[in-house]
């Protein structure tokens, strides 16, 4: 699926915002990309080619058409008397509310975000364009340095994620919504297990609308290369877990039963259905540990640094056997070659280990994992999407990976 990202470029003080003239009709500037590309990061490229200085502020309203999702992304822009940039101009917001554009998407949006004031907004603790400015002065005022800039990675309105270039500093900010703190929590004390290996808090505070603002330090190292070691630390990462013991961690149980269940569903009377059933029997029964298993491993989420691997974004972290998190790595990477590397990591604990059922179940758990965050964010008012479409596409999706395990 494509992903069409169309840029409200807002000049907040005049109220203003920079389209292209159609005749009679305006359009947003529009970049395209794939959907597993970080939209955000390419969205500062463009910006920073134009010239335009600003601040992300929301990636917004996300809507399915076909094979398409089309974003809002909203910019505060810093403007200067004179300031525009080729083939476009700036244009009253409340002209081109009053007006068509070309793209339907983009009336619908823009009617959307003005229902409020008359500055774009959505629901959310995240849903204006003034809360980079709040979290740059409280990013100063907790580092004792001003914000020279800030890279947007995530930016919804209820969950954003930014990196804030202080001096030579480096730090990273996650404005959490209520339900999504365990990830702090569960950070902090993995940290403590493994002080090297975690990003390192800096400073928490409870907003009074119920949201978290996080402060960490820069964990060190890119993603990519050499994944042997990422298998090594897991290994004894969960093992750490084991000795010092899992209620240190605020870690949930991953719910089986609750995966299996939606995977039945939503495969209905296949083969796929009872090849789920039988491999969530087989890893019931499996010898295993139980231990932290973060379940949205990617390379993109392991920093190495001279061989030493460092985690983020462990939100997606439960008490589980302890394979599954390995298996989910290695499919995303699609290197099988990893599984030596971990087994030769724990004790005789994992002999005899059945990857391909592992495989299976941290397939069934990603898609449950993300259909339950499609619910939440439809549930928000933050996506809009056909049911009946969604449910075909994660069932399609679902059904190659078990074939390709299954081959």
Excluded at 44 to 70: F, K, N, Y
Excluded at 99 to 127: C, H, I, K, M
Aim: glycine share 8%; aromatic share 8%; proline share 5%.
């Amino acid at each position: 699926m494509k992903q069409t990202l169309h840029a409200l470029v807002v000049d907040v003080e005049r109220r203003r915002a920079l389209a292209a003239a159609y005749g009679a009709k305006w359009l947003l500037p529009v970049l395209t990309c794939d959907e597993r590309t970080r939209s955000l990061p390419l969205v500062s490229r463009w910006l920073l080619e134009r010239g335009i200085r600003g601040d992300v502020a929301g990636q917004w309203l996300g809507r399915v058409s076909g094979e398409s999702m089309d974003w809002l992304v909203a910019i505060a822009a810093a403007v200067e008397d004179g300031d525009a940039t080729a083939g476009l101009r700036w244009q009253p917001l409340d002209v081109l509310a009053a007006s068509a554009s070309v793209l339907e998407y983009q009336n619908w949006a823009l009617e959307r975000t003005l229902r409020r004031g008359p500055l774009p907004s959505v629901d959310g603790p995240f849903g204006s364009t003034c809360w980079p400015q709040a979290v740059r002065r409280w990013i100063g005022s907790v580092v004792d340095v001003s914000v020279d800039s800030l890279t947007p990675y995530r930016c919804g309105a209820h969950e954003v994620v930014v990196g804030a270039q202080c001096g030579p500093a480096r730090v990273f900010f996650k404005g959490l919504a209520q339900d999504r703190t365990a990830e702090v929590r569960t950070t902090r004390a993995l940290a403590a297990i493994e002080p090297e290996s975690f990003a390192r808090t800096i400073a928490v505070a409870r907003r009074c609308d119920g949201c978290t603002w996080w402060l960490t330090a820069e964990c060190a190292g890119r993603s990519g290369g050499d994944l042997q070691c990422v298998a090594e630390a897991l290994a004894r990462i969960q093992q750490r877990v084991l000795q010092v013991g899992t209620a240190r961690l605020p870690l949930r149980p991953v719910d089986l039963d609750a995966a299996e269940r939606w995977a039945s569903d939503l495969l209905g009377d296949s083969a796929h259905r009872d090849l789920v059933g039988r491999a969530c029997a087989r890893l019931r029964g499996a010898d295993v540990p139980a231990t932290w298993i973060p379940m949205d491993l990617d390379p993109t989420n392991v920093l190495i640094d001279e061989g030493r691997p460092r985690f983020i974004d462990v939100d997606d972290s439960f008490l589980g056997p302890a394979p599954l998190a390995m298996a989910t790595l290695a499919m995303r990477c699609t290197d099988r070659g990893l599984y030596p590397t971990y087994r030769r990591s724990w004790p005789a604990a994992l002999a005899g280990v059945d990857w391909r059922t592992f495989e299976t179940v941290a397939a069934v758990i990603q898609a449950w994992l993300g259909w339950t965050r499609l619910e939440q964010n439809v549930g928000r008012g933050d996506v809009s999407v056909d049911s009946g479409f969604a449910s075909s596409r994660t069932r399609a999706r679902l059904s190659r990976a078990i074939d390709a395990l299954s081959s």
